[in-house]
């Protein structure tokens, strides 16, 4: 599989980026999920900062992802596509990437106006993106949580679609991302 | 004759400590300032990692009384209680928790107290030696600190300021969960400026 994206399927390094962040935002529910049921403690501090962390990585290889779809081929929409739908897969895409970021910078932020420093790993500390300031943390404790489950709605939407291309239209939608295939057909629909 | 040097050697060694013992003593009535804490700006302050980041909390009440002369360190001495209840991480939910039965059992141990009777000049300046009592355990310990006079409207007042660290472990300030050091580091450094007045 070549890294670099072709103009009928995705590279290996898209699809990596892609497959990787899939894997991070299940673990950033799972955690979310674990910690919010937990009393203030030493399991809870545990869960939180490995929340962060991840979170910082999803936010690092958003940038990565966006800076390596800019500077390959993108494999194009289906020809069968309707307009709406075609609007649809556009705005959907669009989204995804606009969370990708939104998400962990609203959480980064909201860890910094807490007045906690956000520390990759223990490896590195982050720099506070807002002074302390609890006002500002509450509404962002809400705005965290909203984009966060607008990521996981729009998420579904996307995987639904791909299914619907893989099983009902049966296309390469699907395939083109997925390492060890190859497309049915050639060209970019069918 | 033998006698009478054995006896002579005998009386000069019975006199010796009574000697050491009168002059520093004297020295103290005449010599040796008594400070007391100005509060309102001296700040005890620690920073501990947690999650991997630096954090910073301090203890908002404490007291110090510091006797210090440096021509007459056998005569000095400081002692610090600090409040346990008194600390401020900056974040009320964190304070509840540090304060709880795990970390510092404020009810229980209400007060982390520092004793040093010998205080030591170093290249850099003095160390107090003393106990350390936090949490109801009494450990030896150092602190390094460095003391300034500044004449301010005609009082001789005192600066003192130094860095030093604490293994919170050492002291028992992590039961249960708080035992692991992954979340929460043991070493915690502390930091203090004091402005101190004579009295």
Known sequence: ?190 | MRILIGGAFVVTLLALPTVFAQSPGAAVTAATPHYALDPAKSSLEFTFMQAGAANKGHFKRFQVAFDFSAENLAASRLDVTIEMSSVDTGDQERDDTVKGADLFAVAKFPQAHFAASQINRTAAGYEAVGKLTIRGVTRDASVPFSFRTATENGVAVGYMSGKTSVRRLDYGVGQGDWKATDQVANEVAVSFALRLIPH
Request: proline share 7%; net charge positive.
């Open chain 1, 1 to 190: 599989m070549p890294l670099r994206n072709t103009t009928q399927r995705w590279g290996a390094v898209a699809q990596l980026l892609h497959w990787t962040i899939v894997a991070l935002i299940i673990t950033q529910f799972t955690l979310a999920t674990l910690f919010d049921d937990l009393p203030p403690g030493a399991k809870k501090l545990a869960l939180l900062a490995r929340h962060k962390s991840v979170g910082i990585t999803i936010l690092m290889l958003a940038v990565l992802r966006l800076a390596w779809r800019w500077t390959n081929p993108t494999p194009p929409l289906p020809d069968t596509l309707k307009p709406w739908e075609r609007s649809l897969a556009r705005l959907t895409h669009a989204l995804l990437y606009v969370l990708l970021f939104a998400v962990p910078l609203a959480g980064w932020t909201m860890s910094s106006a807490r007045g906690f420093p956000v520390s990759w790993f223990g490896l590195f500390t982050l720099p506070d993106l807002v002074p302390k300031n609890k006002a500002l943390y509450e509404v962002l404790v809400t705005t965290h949580g909203a984009l966060a489950w607008t990521l996981g709605v729009v998420a579904i939407v996307h995987m639904l679609a791909a299914l619907k291309h893989h099983f009902v239209l049966k296309d390469d939608v699907l395939r083109r991302m997925l390492p060890l295939t190859s497309n049915k057909t050639q060209g970019s629909g069918r």
